[in-house]
């Protein structure tokens, strides 16, 4: 999908976590997608520097 959409963004919704975040979508985190994932629980783990999540 990435290669094919060439997508600057991705919304997530539902649960993620560092781990599983990057199982699902490294390959569009290492082509240099947005990745967004708004009212996630990952948000609590991060610091305001962080690579996900609405900043």
């Not at 919304?11 to 976590?17: A, R, S």
């Amino acid at each position: 999908m990435v290669d094919a959409i060439e997508p600057t963004a991705i919304l997530v919704y539902g649960f993620v976590t560092e781990s599983n975040i990057e199982e699902m979508l490294g390959y569009a985190m290492e082509k240099g997608v947005r990745i967004v994932a708004p009212h996630s629980k990952i948000d609590r783990y991060k610091e305001d520097g962080a690579v996900y999540g609405i900043r």
